[in-house]
């Protein structure tokens, strides 16, 4: 995906009856003002798009697959994890704005002159929405996350990485 066409769209105008497959890549830079670089993802983004159109439905299906980097809750160790997620929207066409007001909310509306439908926003909130809420090595061994005994502490001590020694001289200077 360039820098310059960096939202996701479908066009819809062209499209016959039935399931229509479409995959995109592209980087978390892309997607300006989302902020998904900070929030931790900085490789590629796969993100499959399903769409079925039938007469006047279309149902639009978004996996989204990339491999975020974070960083310990626990020991401050990065870590690198798979993020994936999905997300299923409705859209009805040719229905008139009166009856288009008592639907469900899940349901989207299109006009009858949409050529195109822009999944950007959806996409991104995909991502931030698969985002864990709690992140803990558990390959590690220096992270504590099960508990420790004292001889692993001991044997522990004499392995300190240089990750590990900052985070201590940044705790003794806040005491």
Request: proline share 2%.
């Amino acid at each position: 995906m360039h820098k310059e066409k960096s939202h996701i769209a479908i066009r819809i105008a062209d499209l016959m009856q039935g399931v229509h497959k479409f995959d995109f890549t592209c980087n978390a830079s892309d997607f300006e003002g989302w902020q998904l670089t900070e929030a931790g993802f900085t490789r590629d983004i796969n993100i499959s798009v399903v769409v079925d159109k039938s007469e006047d439905e279309i149902t639009v299906t978004i996996d989204t697959a990339t491999v975020g980097d974070f960083t310990c809750d626990i020991c401050l160790a990065p870590i690198s994890r798979t993020v994936t997620g999905s997300l299923k929207l409705y859209y009805l066409c040719d229905i008139p704005v009166e009856e288009a007001q008592n639907w469900n909310e899940e349901y989207r509306f299109l006009d009858n002159k949409a050529d195109s439908i822009d999944l950007t926003g959806d996409v991104c909130e995909t991502l931030l929405l698969s985002l864990p809420l709690k992140v803990a090595c558990t390959d590690n061994p220096h992270c504590k996350l099960f508990g420790s005994d004292e001889k692993n502490e001991e044997s522990q001590a004499d392995e300190i990485s240089s990750w590990q020694e900052s985070l201590e001289q940044l705790k003794n200077k806040y005491r």
